[in-house]
């Protein structure tokens, strides 16, 4: 008899155990749960001022010379403005705006400042024509960098 009350007792006692457990791991669950959804929100924030800091940018050409000779090879400094701590981007030279054709110049670059060197090749050339674009987790942004120069014979 005594084994018996024992032997209940102790079936009680992992029973009303489990249930605990059972209330525990589900409160758990919806905080792990909610958690989840509070992260998600968080990176969705955290990327939106990205994006939005990124828009923000105006990139700015400037050359050494007040007119680029053909064929001679010129440099012209290029900035983001704010200058600040950026994001990692690569530097593309548009070859074919109309079809959106592009050639990497630049890979990884991190400074808010970057040179590309230009040789005209005839008198009208006058158009630089940069892309710069930021990858972030899902999407990339792209900034264009547009400068108008001088080109003389």
Request: proline share 3%.
């Amino acid at each position: 008899m005594i084994k018996k009350i024992t032997l209940l007792i102790s079936l009680f006692s992992l029973l009303s155990l489990s249930s605990c457990n059972e209330k525990e791991v589900a409160d758990l669950t919806a905080k792990v749960s909610e958690l989840k959804k509070e992260n998600a929100n968080l990176r969705d924030s955290i990327s939106s001022l990205k994006i939005n800091e990124l828009y923000d940018y105006q990139i700015l050409g400037t050359t050494e010379q007040s007119a680029l000779k053909v064929n001679e090879k010129s440099k012209i400094n290029f900035s983001f403005a704010p200058r600040k701590d950026i994001l990692n981007y690569n530097v593309y030279e548009v070859t074919d705006p109309k079809k959106g054709e592009k050639k990497l110049i630049l890979k990884d670059q991190s400074f808010s400042e970057f040179e590309y060197y230009f040789t005209p090749n005839k008198i009208g050339e006058s158009r630089i024509d940069l892309l710069t674009v930021f990858n972030l987790d899902s999407m990339s942004i792209e900034i264009p960098a547009v400068l108008f120069v001088k080109v003389i014979e």
